[in-house]
Structure formats: C-alpha cells, structure tokens
C-alpha cells in the first residue's frame, strides 16, 4: 500500500493487509472492534453520524438466542434451567456470570453463539449491498480476535486505550473491585496484541474531540467516495435498513 493512499496522522498505522494499488472501498468488509471499557460503542456512534450502517454483534447476539430459534434450543441442551426465565428468555447476566468463572462453559456457548451471530451478520451486509450499494457498512464486533473471525475482513479498526485505562473505567462503570476488573479483562486479548493487529487505531484514552478527530480520518480514509458525497439528506436510521 502506498503511503499516500492513507492518512499521515502517527497515531493511525496504515492498512497493512490491503494489496499494494488497492483503494478502500464501501463493498470491502469493514471490522470495528476493541476491548472491554476502550469506548468502541462511541466511535461505533461517530460513524453511524457520518451515515454508516452499523451492523452490531451484540444485537445480533439478542436476536439469535429469542425462546424457539436453532441458537436458543442448543443452549437449553447445554445449560441448566436456571439460565433460563419464566417465558423461556436467556438469562444473559445470570450466563455472563458463569462464563467469568467457567472458561470451558465459556468455550461451549461462543462456539454456538458465534457462528449464529455471524451468520445474522453477513444475512444483513448483503441485504445493505443490494439495497444501498453505496452505504458504508461497519460490522461491530467486540470479539472480533477472540473468535477468530478477524481474516474474514479486509479492514479492521481498533479503538484502544492501554490496560490501565480499561481497568480503571471497568471499575467506574461497574462498581467492581479491581480484581473482578482484572478477571473479567482477562477474559479477553490483551489489547496491545489487538493493536498490533489491526489496521486502524483510534486512540480514546484522551478527550473526546481528540477521539472524532481519529474517527473522522479513518473514516475518511476507508470510505473515501461517500466521504466526499457526504450522506443523502434522507438517509433512514443509522442503525437500520
């Protein structure tokens, strides 16, 4: 990739899969992700303002455990009753619980849990292809790393703040002691080893000025010709087709 296709701003790395003489594009597959308590849900929000359709994990994650689906009869196989409400509802607190203590329950449910999400995922890129061609779509993607899914996608952007910053919001947010922050961070991947992999970085451990700036520079640099149009002024809601 030639170093003018991209932004020259040093806290953003260059997209260093991407095939030298390739410009991003809306029809290439565009990941963003993060780290618990990094502020992905604020850039995620960022783009949704600059007209993306933001297609959500965690949504999709709702949607694919709802009483009667495939997702949700496999669980109920796996799980005990307890995780289960009244009407036949996920418990997904009372579930998130014991993931933090059981890594092989953990492993259970995200190997049914990921493949449905996906599949409700790519169900709606293609439905956004057809219907708005031009939109830019963003998969949003907390776990992108942990479940491997990462080489599904040409861009991957990461919203990063150091581990010491994560620990700290974990515990405002919260109100968990520092050790619950410590154990429920390590469920995940050490966010250097994200940095590390990822195209783009917005670094969101500064003010939040500081963090639109980045956002609109990726922006900008992924999706360069709905960037100079600019959205429709009726666009439908960023989060919906």
């Known amino acids: 990739m030639s170093s003018t296709d991209f932004p ?7 997209a260093a899969a991407s095939e030298p003489g390739t410009r991003m594009s809306e029809k290439r597959k565009v990941a963003l992700t993060g780290g618990i308590a990094t502020g992905k849900s604020t850039v995620a929000a960022m783009f949704a303002r600059r007209g993306a359709l933001l297609l959500d994990a965690d949504q999709a994650a709702r949607e694919v455990v709802s009483p009667g689906t495939p997702c949700w009869s496999r669980l109920r196989s796996l799980l005990d009753p307890v995780y289960f409400g009244a009407r036949g509802n996920l418990e997904r607190r009372a579930l998130r619980e014991r993931i933090i203590r059981d890594p092989v329950c953990r492993q ?3 190997s049914i849990l990921h493949p449905a999400i996906m ?12 219907s708005r061609p031009g939109r830019p779509v963003v998969f949003d993607i907390p776990l992108l790393f942990e479940a491997d899914l990462h080489s599904r996608f040409d861009v991957i952007i990461l919203v990063y703040v150091p581990a010491a910053v994560q620990v700290e919001r974990l515990m405002a947010r919260d109100g968990v002691s520092l050790e619950e922050a410590r154990e429920t ?3 995940q991947l050490p966010i250097e080893s994200k940095r590390a992999r990822a195209h783009f970085l917005i670094d969101n451990s500064r003010d939040p000025e500081h963090t639109r700036h980045q956002a609109d520079t990726v922006f900008e640099a992924v999706f360069p010709d709905f960037s100079r ?3 429709p002024p009726s666009s439908p809601s960023p989060a919906s087709l």
């Open 229 to 231: 149009q600019g959205p």
């Open 108 to 110: 259970e449910v995200s």
């Open 185 to 187: 961070l390590a469920m």
């Open 8 to 14: 020259r701003d040093p806290t953003v790395p260059q």
């Open 119 to 130: 599949e409700w995922m790519e169900t709606r890129w293609a439905e956004a292809l057809e």
